[in-house]
């Protein structure tokens, strides 16, 4: 098509300094309908040489043309091509073979057949143009786009209808591949367009495309919606209508069936009124993608199921049959069974799931393998239906999930439906089946060696009444979940899994895992409330030569993992270990021996696990140590005389401690935790005094919640690795002489410490502090001398009651890279009994002798005497893009001169009379306040 701005693209791309800066020679040919290969070789030389060259034949300029390009980077566009003869693209490209790695050629054309015969890749410019219907970092799904590409009109008219979806959805693929569309990393479903991109297709649209945040330009013409490309439609050229995420949706427009060019409709939902019945879709020949039909309670007449002709949609690919869930006793199960029966869809589709049906079978056309392209099938919450279909024999099916199927007691040949049942299947899930009780493992009336011959992934949940045990043979298994099925054990069958990576076994009998064999590829190992499960099977652990991680919960029984230590040993590929409310462990090994970790492990968490005493006491390797609520565990000694010791944890990097008071008496020995970088002790009440910590490689000391903690090492400031220390929740930790802080710290919080009185002195050489957190230290009197760490970006001080230090006299001006700053009337000094704030109210520069004018964040609270905002916050804080008051009762009078046009955000709480000023459109300060962005009062968004 033209018009749409292939060249314009082009010579902003041509003409852009970066661009041009990365190549040594350019070139630009309009091409048009003529392509003379001698002609467009002669003006590309041109270009580059700037001689005529007249006269010389084609081979004599193509050598000097190879010639000039050699070894050069160089960017030819070619516009406006249309030849699509292959020998003449050849004989002109013969000499671009002689440029630099990283030379470019663009070609613009209308026509696909000549982006196929040279080669290139394409970028159809159109997609690109609807891309910038959205704005920068929006986020869709991929099927979502090319509804919008189909509903445009992008595609070939002539190509059928019914291929155009998938078409659309290769097109698609194609610009991922070319990173035109890149995969969110939050949500693989879903694709963004690059910023620059974005920025590109922006220029290119111009005025025919807006979105939801654009505004209005002065020129409303520019965006007026005759111009716009993609808007509602209510005409019958309707395309596309993607109504998904419409809860509260009740019923259809009541011309519906008129759309009869519709080919996406997201969803349907039926109602007994012209417009909503079920028969609306008898039109909607064309309909293609996924369709969502709901409340199919509602259908009161079969004969609407039979005229929506399902079966004769051959676009439809994904099929959601919605019956409502709670109608209780008005269920009429044959009638349901009749309506799902004529909803019969066309044998194309892929993806089918029927939800909340109420009849006692499934429909006769689900029998057998007619259904051959049919890759996934949910039957959910179905609870009347007593047998299933012979859904064996769908030779496409990958995954199958059947849920809520409560009628269901057994599943066996019928299931199956002949030999070699289930040949695709990949993923089975089987969950809440409360009446299954019987599962039979052959087909056809023989055993088979391999029912599921492709299963990766199976799920059994919730079927507490199933008996007996799994399939025998599953040899491609590589993840196994089995949750709340008590009773699936009761058999001396053992089941094969020699492919098995992932395990997890919950609410189940110990004897499962006496029945799983040959876990030669197991890598992860999850147990969660085994009742009985004492301690792991010698032949259950002989299997697990490549486990790396083990999770073990809520196993009341458990007394230690391994009977001895030989398989601990052996255990060698092991990285993590979790045992976590486990009340009875008392160790890894039974028996009171020496216990060494496997060569592997860095990782051990002990949680909740009340009667543990005793760690391994040879740790070579460990990294990650976390000890949670442990009461009676002995304290590992280290020994001062003998430095090679055997109970070396010299690798330990991250040591967690928490409400195991005896840990505590550990002594940091010099050069035993030479690798450890961060030590946090949590709740640890009996503790009084931490010894010296002489970990020099320490990064990070956090100290918490210990309430008898009453002094501080005083060698802090020779840990020269030191860049986070928090101290909180220490009530009797009384400081009258804060120890000196390394340099190198860059994060300090003091947190609840009532009784502290002195803050860390000479802070003002902390070059390396960028965030100061003090609050509830009620006993600060003053900051310490030679002011405030000179580098803080982040500053925030509140609850310290008794500061008697005037805030003009901190020195906050002076730190000039301070962003963030939250303070309350406790820390005030003179300020706070004011009625001005601040309090110099005849001075305009009142603000700058308290704050720097770096401040991006401002948020001040608890001054109870304050009536008024002095004038100059509007000048002085200039960059202030956020500002917080917080419970000021009396505040009514924001700054006359107004507040700074760069806030993005407000914030008032708890302040009474100021929140009815500031109230959306009634208050007086309305006015002021609009442009705002972002308004919030009392914690709730107003604007």
């Known amino acids: 098509m033209g018009g749409i701005g292939k060249t314009a693209l082009a010579q902003r791309l041509y003409n852009d300094v970066k661009v041009s800066g990365c190549f040594e020679m350019r070139a630009w040919v309009c091409v048009s309908d003529v392509f003379n ?49 292959y020998g003449e693209w050849t004989a002109l490209l013969k000499p671009f073979g002689a440029g630099a790695k990283g030379s470019k050629i663009i070609i613009t054309t209308r026509n696909y057949i000549v982006a196929s015969i040279t080669g290139a890749s394409s970028y159809p410019l159109k997609e690109l143009s609807l891309d910038n219907l959205f704005p920068k970092d929006y986020e869709i799904e991929r099927d979502e786009l090319v509804h919008l590409w189909i509903a445009e009109g992008f595609f070939d008219g ?4 019914d291929n155009i979806l998938k078409w659309g959805q290769a097109h698609f693929d194609e610009l991922v591949s070319k990173s035109f569309l890149q995969r969110s990393s939050v949500n693989a479903s879903k694709f963004s367009m690059h910023d620059l991109l974005n920025d590109l297709a922006k220029s290119i649209a111009g005025g025919t495309c807006f979105n939801s945040e654009s505004k209005l330009a002065d020129n409303e013409d520019v965006a007026s919606p005759e111009k716009v490309r993609y808007a509602s439609f209510t005409s019958s050229c309707l395309q596309f209508l993607d109504i998904r995420d419409t809860r509260s949706l009740k019923e259809m427009p009541l011309s519906i069936s008129n759309l009869k060019n519709l080919m996406i409709l997201s969803k349907f939902v039926v109602g007994p009124d012209k417009g909503s019945r079920l028969k609306e879709l008898k039109n909607l020949s064309h309909l293609q993608g996924e369709l969502f039909i709901s409340e199919l309670q509602k259908v009161e007449k079969v004969r609407d199921a039979v005229d929506a002709n399902l079966i004769g949609k051959r676009g439809l690919s994904n099929l959601f049959l919605h019956w409502g869930e709670n109608f ?146 599953l040899d ?4 196994l979940e089995i949750y709340s099925s008590p009773h699936l054990n009761s058999s001396t069958n053992v089941v094969c899994l020699p492919s098995l990576c992932e395990l997890s076994i919950e609410d189940c009998s110990e004897e499962i895992l006496k029945i799983l064999v040959n876990l030669t590829s197991l890598t992860f190992l999850k147990i969660k409330n085994i009742a009985k499960l004492v301690c792991f099977d010698h032949g259950f652990t002989s299997y697990l030569v490549k486990l790396k991680e083990l999770y073990v919960r809520r196993c009341d029984k458990l007394n230690y993992l391994w009977q001895n230590g030989n398989e601990m040993q052996n255990l060698t590929c092991l990285q993590s270990v979790v045992i976590d409310r486990c009340p009875q462990f008392t160790s890894f090994v039974a028996g009171d021996g020496e216990i060494e970790l496997s060569c592997n492990l860095e990782k051990i968490e002990l949680i909740n696990c009340t009667s543990l005493q005793k760690l391994p006491s040879k740790m070579y390797t460990l990294r990650e140590l976390n000890i949670e609520n442990c009461p009676k565990i002995m304290g590992l000694i280290i020994s001062q005389d003998n430095p ?3 109970n070396s944890i010299s ?67 020779t840990l020269s690795h030191l860049t986070y220390l928090e101290i909180s929740g220490c009530p009797a930790l009384e400081i ?30 902390l070059t390396s502090l960028r965030w100061l957190r003090i ?122 001169d107004g507040l700074p046009p760069s806030l993005q955000e407000l914030h008032i709480h708890v302040c009474e009379i100021l929140k009815d000023r500031c109230s959306k459109l009634t208050g007086d300060y309305w006015p002021l306040i609009q442009e705002i962005p972002l308004i919030y009062i009392d914690g709730i968004r107003i604007q």
Not at 158 to 161: A, E, T, V, Y
Not at 476 to 479: F, N
Not at 849 to 861: E, H, M, V, Y
């Open 328 to 473: 209780g006793n008005l269920r009429n199960g044959k009638h349901e069974a009749l309506v799902l029966h004529y909803l019969r869809p066309h044998i194309n589709l892929e993806h089918l799931s029927i939800l909340h049906y109420g009849g006692e079978r499934f429909p006769s056309w689900l029998d057998g393998p007619s259904y051959s392209k049919i890759v996934s099938l949910c039957l959910r919450d179905c609870p009347n239906v007593t047998l299933l279909p012979p859904l064996g024999q769908l030779p496409s099916l990958r995954e199958l999930s059947l849920e809520g199927l409560h009628a269901i007691s057994t599943i066996g040949p019928e299931f199956y439906g002949g030999k070699r049942p289930f040949s695709s299947l990949t993923t089975l899930k089987m969950e809440e089946m409360l009446a299954w009780k019987d599962w039979t493992h052959h087909a056809g009336g023989q055993e088979e060696d391999v029912l599921f011959s492709c299963l990766q992934h199976l799920v059994v949940r919730g079927c507490h009444s199933l008996v007996g045990t799994l399939p025998g043979r």
């Open 37 to 85: 290969v001698l002609d467009i070789t002669k003006t590309i030389l041109r270009s580059i040489t700037e001689v005529s060259n007249e006269g010389e034949d084609l081979n004599r300029l193509q050598v000097k043309l190879k010639d000039s390009l050699s070894g050069k980077k160089f960017l030819v566009v070619l516009d406006d091509v249309w030849n699509e003869n």
């Open 775 to 896: 609050s509830g230290c009620e006993n600060i009197k003053r900051l310490p001398e030679g002011g405030l760490p000179p580098n803080l970006q982040e500053f925030s001080i509140l609850g310290c009651e008794n500061m008697k230090q005037p805030v003009r006299e901190w020195g906050l001006p002076m730190l000039t890279s301070l962003n963030d700053l939250t303070m309350d009337e406790s820390n005030m000094g003179g300020e706070r009994d004011k009625v001005w704030f601040p309090s110099e109210e005849d001075n305009e520069d009142a603000w700058s002798l308290l704050f720097p004018s770096s401040l991006t964040s401002l948020w001040i609270g608890h001054m109870r005497n304050v009536e008024r905002l002095s004038d100059g916050l509007c000048k002085h804080l200039s960059s202030l893009q956020c500002l917080g008051i917080l419970n000021c009762p009396k505040l009514r009078d924001l700054p006359e």
């Open 651 to 717: 690798q330990l990097e991250f040591l967690y401690i928490s409400k195991c008071d005896s840990w505590i008496s550990f002594p940091f020995v010099k050069n035993r935790l030479a690798s450890l970088k961060k030590l946090t002790i949590w709740n640890c009440e009996r503790v009084e005094s931490l010894k010296e910590i002489t970990a020099k490689s320490l990064d990070s000391l956090s100290i918490n919640r210990c309430e008898n903690l009453v002094s501080l090492p005083r060698c802090l400031h």
């Open 736 to 765: 009258e002489d804060f120890p000196l802080l390394p340099i190198t710290l860059s994060v300090l919080v003091l947190y609840s410490v009532p009784k502290m009185k002195s803050l860390p002195k000479e802070w003002h050489r």
């Open 476 to 479: 491609l298994l590589k993840k």
């Open 644 to 646: 090679s010791s055997n």
């Open 158 to 161: 002539g190509r059928s209808k």
